[in-house]
């Protein structure tokens, strides 16, 4: 099997800049969690461009979906922003493309002490290889059905939808 990896920014890759005080977006940090969650699994990394996911656009969500269309990969993992990473999940959904699609991300950045970044990563990277055709949300040790979940921003996890 050979993942595709689709970085879109998010929390997940935001910068510290300790001069301002500001998270914001420089290169990908990807390619170093790959090689720091030591995953052996044959994979492509392709970033879009990075943005947080308020920003988000029907364009942007556009351009995702296309990636998911043009890849040639069984399973998708996709790097997004927790704040909108529902609204994606409709949008690939959606599209019922026949492949297993997994969103990730992470509440606090990689690069910062306690970043769930690592694990969301490593799990997501899990379960694309045994879930079935589909869009998923793996969060917080959890797997959710794209269309089934929802970010609890008070507790700062993501649930079953009630």
Known sequence: MTLRIIATGGTFDKHYDELTGKLGFGESH??????????TLAHTLQQLPLLDSLEMQDADRARVLAACRDCSEPAIVIIH?????????AVLGAAALER??????AMIPYEIANSDALFNLGFACGVAQTLPAGVY??????????????????????????
């Open 30 to 39: 990807l390619p170093a969690v790959l090689l720091r969650a030591r995953i």
């Open 81 to 89: 922003g927790t704040d909108t990473m529902g609204a994606t999940a």
């Open 100 to 105: 297993t699609i997994v969103l990730s991300g």
């Open 137 to 162: 949300v793996a969060m917080n040790g959890q797997v959710f059905a794209w269309d089934k979940v929802e970010k609890n921003r008070t507790a700062g996890v993501f649930e079953a939808k009630a």
